[in-house]
């Protein structure tokens, strides 16, 4: 057997080679984030932006995965920005959802409350649709649980009317 071992097409390879590992090949961690991006309503209360997904024809919360080199701070903004067309001032840590996605990965979202500071920007391709609904009924137009229980979260302890979401 030549110093390659087995398998390496040297003369005396028996083609027997045994593979290192027989385990199944674990799919990595997808690490995403997003924004919960709120403002004052004319009613008095709040809205909250949700984007609709025509690939998944779902409505959800604006998110992306982490780009190498990116913290999830900076994907957040940006993929808030990307998806809605605004831009927004980062605020407090929300919280953070694991599902596993549609190819089958496991998935962390952290997710931030944001304030819109300027928009109108063109929606990407991957949204077709933004829509700023009551925060209280919110909930109840997102697709997926996991969406729907962290905006109730916020619903439930919104700032006042008038003051910054992050102070």
């Known amino acids: 057997m030549s110093p390659g071992g087995a398998g390496d097409g040297n003369a005396g390879d028996t083609g027997n080679a045994v593979p290192e590992s027989t385990a199944p090949a674990v799919a990595s961690m997808v ?36 780009d190498p080199g990116e913290s999830a701070q900076e ?10 067309g605004w831009k927004c001032s980062l605020g407090r840590f929300v919280g953070e959802v694991e599902y596993i996605d549609r190819k089958g990965r496991p998935k962390i ?35 997926y649980e996991h969406d729907a229980t962290l905006v109730a979260s916020v619903a439930g302890a919104p700032a006042e009317r008038g003051r910054r979401l992050h102070d």
């Open 31 to 66: 690490r995403a984030a997003g924004g919960i991006v709120i403002r004052a309503s004319a009613s008095g209360g709040w809205d909250v932006a949700i984007v609709h997904r025509p690939l998944q024809q779902d409505w959800s919360l604006p998110k992306g995965k982490v």
């Open 75 to 84: 994907c957040a903004l940006r993929e808030v920005l990307e998806e809605t």
């Open 109 to 143: 979202v952290e997710y931030w409350l944001m304030q819109p500071i300027e928009g109108g920007y063109p929606l990407d391709g991957e949204v077709d649709d933004l829509a700023w609904v009551p925060l209280a009924e919110a909930p109840a137009r997102l697709t």
